[in-house]
Structure formats: C-alpha cells, structure tokens
C-alpha cells in the first residue's frame, strides 16, 4: 500500500478523541452504495470496463466493503443506531434537476430506475431512511441535517462510495455542522487505491476519525452493552 506523507498542520492540531457510539446518539450512513456505481455488472463500473478502463481494482475493493457494510449493519441494527442511505436518483427522467456538477460529468439515474436502487446485497429495512440527492453532497442536496437534528443524532458513521468524492463531501459537511464523524476506512473505496488513500490521510484527524470496521463493532458493542 502506498504511504502518503502525514499533512504537517496536523502536529499542531489536538488529537481528536474516541467518539463513544451509543445508540441514541449516532447514525450509520451509507453513501451512494447503488446499482449505479456500487455494482461490477452494472452502470459506470460495467460502462468503464467496456471502454477499456481497468476497474479491476474498484472491483475486489466493492466486493469487501460490501462485506463490511453488511457486518456493520448487523451490528447497528441489534444495537438501536438508526440506519440512513442515500443515493444518486434525479427527481426527473431527463435529469434536469440535476447538479451542473453531474450534468457536467454525465452522471445521471433517472427517477425510478435501476441505477438509483442500493443494490440487494445491503438493501435497506421497510423502516429506515433513503435518501435521494442529485449533487454529490447529502447534506447539500438532501434535508439529511434536519432529519439528524429531529433524531438527536450527534455522532455519524459514513461507509460507502466513492471515498475521494461523494463519501469525503459528507464527512466535511458533517463536521462542519458538527457531527462527530467517524469514516470506516475498509467499508469504503474509490477508483483507485491512490485516491482512496489520499483521502482518508486528507480527511483523518482533521474531519473524522478514521476506524477499521471491526473497531466500530467493538465500540458499538461497549457502549451498547
């Protein structure tokens, strides 16, 4: 794996502490896990690889943290945390709707279609919240904010796709409006290991703290006991 230099700043920032993961208290977010880019056979991830790009990497990445998330939702689930997704899905056929961003970049799942679903494997609950955005951000393009406050949710965890991209947007927006943030570092991936790394060294310590997905279990069980 490569190794990216640490930021300097950060030596003169406080170490952020253990954020305590009670029930009442936080949410597990799952970003942008769908058909249309959380799925090897479907959508960018099938469009890229008919056009020759190697995604094999992408590929293997998706494969285990679909694993991960599936664990992670378990341990949510049993614990009392509430569970909320969101997803790429345009409020139109066309996507007219959409951010200049995605319109710019041709990303597009149409109201109602499969590219908008999150995909079987990680299928969310009768009860549990789905949210749709047509930007990268959740807390941009979404009423996410207001629902966590109705919630009284003050802690996040965030897995998902793609990490340099819509996953490190809602970690910033996140503790901006400051949620405790914890970004589960193998329940999320990007195109390439270079960009995935790049992110969480960007985003640890500064945003979010970063854990693997069996030391959330754990803290979800400590504190959950």
């Not at 996140?174 to 991936?189: F, H, I, K, N, P």
């Amino acid at each position: 794996m490569k190794q990216y230099v640490t930021d300097p700043l950060k030596k003169l920032l406080a170490p952020l502490n253990e954020v305590e993961l009670v029930s009442n208290k936080t949410a597990l977010l799952v970003v942008d896990m769908q058909y249309l880019d959380a799925h090897p056979d479907f959508g960018l991830v099938q469009t890229a690889r008919e056009q020759g790009i190697d995604t094999s990497y992408y590929e293997e990445r998706l494969k285990l943290i679909t694993g991960n998330i599936q664990t992670l939702l378990k341990a949510a689930r049993e614990k009392g945390l509430e569970v909320l997704y969101c997803t790429i899905e345009s409020l139109t056929k066309d996507g007219r709707d959409r951010s200049l961003e995605h319109k710019n970049a041709n990303l597009h799942a149409e109201k109602g279609s499969k590219g908008g679903e999150i995909i079987e494997e990680i299928k969310p609950l009768e009860d549990e919240i789905v949210l749709r955005k047509t930007c990268s951000g959740v807390f941009n393009g979404t009423n996410i904010d207001q629902l966590l406050r109705n919630l009284k949710i003050e802690n996040l965890i965030v897995v998902g796709v793609v990490t340099n991209q819509c996953v490190d947007t809602a970690v910033r927006d996140a503790a901006d409006r400051g949620y405790e943030v914890v970004l589960v570092e193998d329940s999320t991936a990007a195109f390439h290991e270079s960009l995935h790394q790049a992110s969480i060294e960007i985003l640890s310590g500064v945003y979010c703290r970063v854990n693997s997905t069996e030391e959330v279990i754990q803290n979800i069980n400590r504190n959950n006991a």
